[in-house]
């Protein structure tokens, strides 16, 4: 398999904080610009527009029969608070999206569709990276995405499901799945390889296990399922876009050693990973 090193996801899907935040700004504005210039068309065409949010209204009518220096604050205030109110901001969109992430885990799940970890890891990729640079209030079928996500990611890691298959345990029309997995290899500039904390948490597992350094650890099943507990959680966050797969493993790893009092540090040290500076 194709190392961390020098793929597509250490050059292209890694970013500083600084860089993130603007991604996430200028999608958030493209959004909003969309939005408008879809209200406006719907305008020109003697489409009525929908009337305006309830707090809108409630805060319109709690205006009426103000003074004029009154209406002129209120007025200046509605202008400043506008495009939060037409559009999400970026820490709403967050929680959309994690709130989707956690859809696809569920749906990957034994009790749904049954898939392995690594289809479900690479579908919450999938997603994550798709509406990093594409809002979704462009897209009005969200389950369609999740589904394009799950049925693109069992074929890259080789554990095809037929559309077929997904209509059997959920609804959804499979013509709308195939169209949008198109529009998802799109967003995904193609790029469909994604390395995962889970791969690398199971290397250092095994290493700890064969014990070269002398050092006893009872509990590491339950350490390495608690690390992959914390890993999905982190998948669904910001986090992939900051930290490469293994920085992401060994945060997970030490914060359950530490819990069943596993020295991590000391085979931190004696591995030589804290030397390392490809971490």
């Not at 791969?199 to 350094?213: E, H, K, M, T, W």
Request: charged fraction near 25%; aromatic fraction near 8%.
């Amino acid at each position: 398999m194709a190392t961390f090193g020098g793929s597509t996801q250490q050059s292209d899907w890694l970013f500083t904080e600084e860089d993130l935040r603007n991604i996430k700004q200028k999608t958030n504005q493209e959004a909003y610009e969309f939005l408008e210039s879809r209200k406006r068309r719907r305008t020109e065409s003697g489409v009525k527009s929908e009337p305006p949010p309830l707090t809108d209204r409630v805060e319109d009518s709690n205006t009426n029969g103000s003074n004029t220096n009154g209406d002129s604050k209120n007025s200046k205030k509605r202008k400043q608070t506008e495009h939060k109110r037409r559009t999400v901001t970026v820490e709403e969109e967050d929680e959309l999206k994690r709130y989707y992430c956690n859809k696809i885990q569920i749906l990957c799940g034994s009790q749904v569709l049954n898939r392995s970890i690594r289809i479900m890891a690479t579908a919450v990729a999938y997603y994550k990276r798709f509406f990093l640079t594409h809002h979704p209030n462009r897209y009005e079928h969200e389950t369609n995405m999740i589904f394009a996500c799950i049925f693109l990611a069992s074929k890259v890691e080789d554990e095809p499901i037929s559309t077929q298959e997904i209509m059997s345990k959920v609804k959804i029309v499979s013509k709308n799945v195939l169209d949008m997995e198109l529009v998802l290899l799109s967003g995904l500039k193609f790029q469909l390889i994604v390395h995962h904390p889970h791969r690398a948490l199971s290397g250092f597992v095994d290493q700890i296990r064969d014990n070269p350094y002398g050092l006893v650890c009872t509990n590491l099943n339950i350490i390495h399922d608690n690390s992959v507990g914390i890993i999905n959680r982190v998948i669904t966050t910001d986090a992939v876009f900051l930290f490469s797969p293994v920085q992401i493993a060994l945060v997970a790893l030490h914060m359950s050693a530490l819990s069943y009092g596993f020295d991590f540090d000391k085979f931190l040290d004696l591995s030589g990973y804290k030397k390392n500076p490809a971490w």
